[in-house]
């Protein structure tokens, strides 16, 4: 890991429990993070790039995407 990815990989892991989830008959589909959590957890933990670290964390959101709908 390189260091100028700590930070984001922090927010990411904060965001653990902010998915929006889509459950029906059909079983469970991960839409994404909830932006308005991650704007809120950026802020407490005092990230001044927030562009930055977003870009990052969509990064990590679309490959956390790719094995959370796998069936």
Avoid at 43 to 57: C, F
Wanted: glycine share 10%.
């Amino acid at each position: 890991m390189w260091p100028e990815h700590w930070q984001a990989l922090n927010v990411f892991l904060a965001c653990r429990t902010q998915w929006r989830v889509i459950a029906g008959m059909g079983g469970v589909q991960y839409q994404g993070l909830d932006y308005t959590a991650l704007e809120s957890i950026m802020r407490m933990k005092g990230v001044d790039d927030t562009s930055a670290v977003l870009e990052q964390v969509q990064h990590m959101e679309t490959g956390a995407l790719e094995g959370l709908n796998a069936r």
